[in-house]
């Protein structure tokens, strides 16, 4: 089976940096995605990893380990448009029930809420 | 340069409507999907399509049906609305076969918002 965790909510301060954590448990990992979407609004890409180890976009920075599953989205210097919905999505093969098991689809977790106060 | 145009943006049906979602492209990419989002349950994959003629199943399927007759255009048909597919419906594209690296992550839609009474 597959499951795809994070934390389902997160309040942080404007200015300050903050850690929004995602643990996952596939079949034929190939990839990590990280997604902002704001309320009533579509998903749109933030990062992307296929290697162990840290990509830094700007303010956002993105972590992965496969030996662990696990992945995280630093925001630095949190701004009040930062409050979003954040979506882990892990490339790979989706559960059973049905399904013809194509690896390649995106499978997404279920987003965590980020709220920054001033 | 639209990118992923959705329409309508929002639905209202009665339960045993059917009704058709359209969805269509103008980046010229191979993959197109179908998701859909509840709260709490996250992005759920209905169905999607690598290219033109062929399509397959997600994690959702039921009652659901879907085409690929053009690179551009990927349509979703409800053939039954019932209550439980009230929900927000994602298309989405990407230019690789399946959404992979930087270069090909998945592109958006707005967004259909449909309610079933």
């Known amino acids: 089976g597959q499951n795809i965790d994070q934390p389902t909510e997160m309040t942080a301060t404007e200015g300050a940096i903050v850690q929004i954590n995602c643990t996952y448990q596939?079949?034929?990992?190939?990839?990590l995605f990280w997604y902002q979407q704001h309320a009533g609004e579509a998903p749109t890409f933030l990062s992307y990893?296929?290697?162990?180890g840290l990509e830094e976009k700007g303010r956002f920075s993105s972590f992965l380990s496969r030996s662990k599953g696990y992945s995280y989205l630093l925001l630095k210097e949190l701004q009040m448009k930062d409050s979003a919905s954040y979506l882990c999505a892990v490339r790979g093969l989706l559960p059973s029930g049905g399904y013809g098991g194509s690896q390649g689809n995106l499978i997404f977790g279920k987003g965590t809420k980020l709220s920054v106060k001033p | 340069n639209a990118g992923v145009t959705q329409t309508p943006k929002f639905q209202v049906l009665k339960t045993g409507q059917s009704m058709t979602l359209q969805c269509a492209q103008d980046m010229n990419h191979e993959y197109m999907s179908w998701y859909r989002q509840d709260p709490g349950m996250g992005l759920r994959l209905i169905h999607y399509s690598v290219g033109a003629g062929i399509t397959d199943q997600g994690e959702v399927p039921n009652g659901y049906n879907v085409s690929r007759s053009t690179t551009e255009d990927f349509p979703l048909r409800l053939l039954s609305a019932a209550p439980s597919q009230t929900s927000v419906y994602f298309c989405a594209s990407s230019s690789a076969l399946f959404p992979s690296s930087y270069n090909s992550p998945l592109h958006f839609g707005n967004g259909t918002r449909l309610t079933v009474t």
């Open positions: 990893n296929v290697l162990d």
């Open positions: 596939t079949s034929g990992f190939n990839g």
